[in-house]
């Protein structure tokens, strides 16, 4: 897919490098078509890892994708140089006016602040709520996801009794999700986290319904019924050595972290951990992108979220 992003972004370089096919603002002008617009607020300290590991599963469609990077102003990003933010990031402010057809909202390391203690939360609920008006289809991911679910629906996180890290078997439990087409019946996706929301909360929320579960690791993926919000509480976006990372970072700190679960082979963290998510994670974005975003979304980009709270009977 022709993914468009600007010429500098760090991104543009490790994407080329993969053989995967990055439009230059030059090109991208001078073609005849919308493209779909799509929103990304980073939340995660690891700004340019993030950004990477995004746009590479956005990759994966013939479709072209206009990408833009946001940033909260209420907090101050100690892991990225301010010259990266102020170039390529935009502010709330600056894209308020704007209309896109998604917005997919990153986790962050947060989650054992309540909602309301997070410095940021006040922004983040204003970009949420704008999300309805301005925003076809939202994507919410692992710390975004229980953020949304309790701005949209007041449901409740619950702090685990340890670190859940690893690499998790899960089961469909709507097989006939366009999101989860193509997905095994048995497929594993990573977790990352020190909290949950749990079943029977969602289950309660007739507005809400679930679409992928773990024995293990509990919820993975829900839905609105509308088909416009979008919830998954693991990681599918991160590369193979992500967990590693995050492991030996928290060795460093004297965390005394446990192994991440099925990750390293024979549970050794001096072997190289293999990836037996990337197939599944590749879906999930494609599908999103695919029948819940091109597929649906108004021509109009100004139309975008209006439309849809307008077919909803919302406005």
């Known amino acids: 897919m022709p993914i468009r992003i600007p010429d500098a972004l760090p991104a543009t370089a490790a994407l080329e490098h993969e053989n995967i096919f990055v439009m230059t603002e030059y ?3 001078h073609q005849d078509i ?21 746009m590479r599963k956005l ?10 990077l946001l940033r909260t102003e209420s907090h101050d990003a100690k892991n990225v140089s301010a010259q990266h933010l102020e170039t390529f990031y ?25 909602f309301e203690d997070v410095d940021y939360w006040d922004e983040l609920e204003r970009i949420m709520d704008w999300s ?33 890290s690893g690499v998790y078997e899960h089961r469909l439990v709507k097989r006939s999700s366009p999101l989860v087409r193509g997905f095994d019946d048995r497929f594993f996706a990573v977790h ?4 949950e929301v749990r079943e029977q909360d969602v289950q309660a929320c007739d507005e809400l319904e679930i679409v992928a579960v773990s024995d293990e690791a509990g919820l993975y993926i829900v839905k609105s019924r509308d088909s416009r919000q979008f919830f998954v509480f693991g990681h599918p976006e991160y590369d193979t050595d992500t967990l590693r990372l995050e492991y030996e970072r928290d060795l460093e700190r004297g965390i005394d972290p446990e192994i991440p679960v099925n990750y390293f082979p024979n549970n050794d963290p001096a072997q190289e951990p293999l990836n037996t998510w990337c197939s599944q994670a590749q879906l999930l974005y494609t599908n999103w992108l695919n029948y819940y975003v091109y597929q649906t979304t108004p021509y109009d980009i100004r139309l975008a979220g209006r439309l849809a709270r307008a077919q909803a009977g919302l406005v």
Not at 42 to 51: D, F, R
Not at 92 to 107: A, C, K, Q
């Open 192 to 195: 990352s986290r020190y909290t």
């Open 132 to 164: 309805q008006e301005n925003v076809h289809s939202t994507l919410h991911i692992c710390w975004g996801a229980q953020a949304g679910l309790y701005h949209h629906y007041g449901i409740q996180k619950y702090e685990l009794p340890r670190k859940l």
């Open 27 to 29: 090109r991208a002008l």
């Open 90 to 114: 935009r502010t709330f402010d600056e894209v308020r006016y704007d209309h896109f057809d998604g917005l997919i909202i990153t986790g962050a390391p947060v989650e054992q602040l309540d």
């Open 34 to 54: 919308r493209p779909l617009r799509v929103l990304i607020l980073n939340l995660m300290p690891t700004k340019i890892a993030t950004e990477t590991q995004i």
């Open 59 to 68: 990759s994966n469609t013939p479709l072209q994708i206009e990408v833009e």
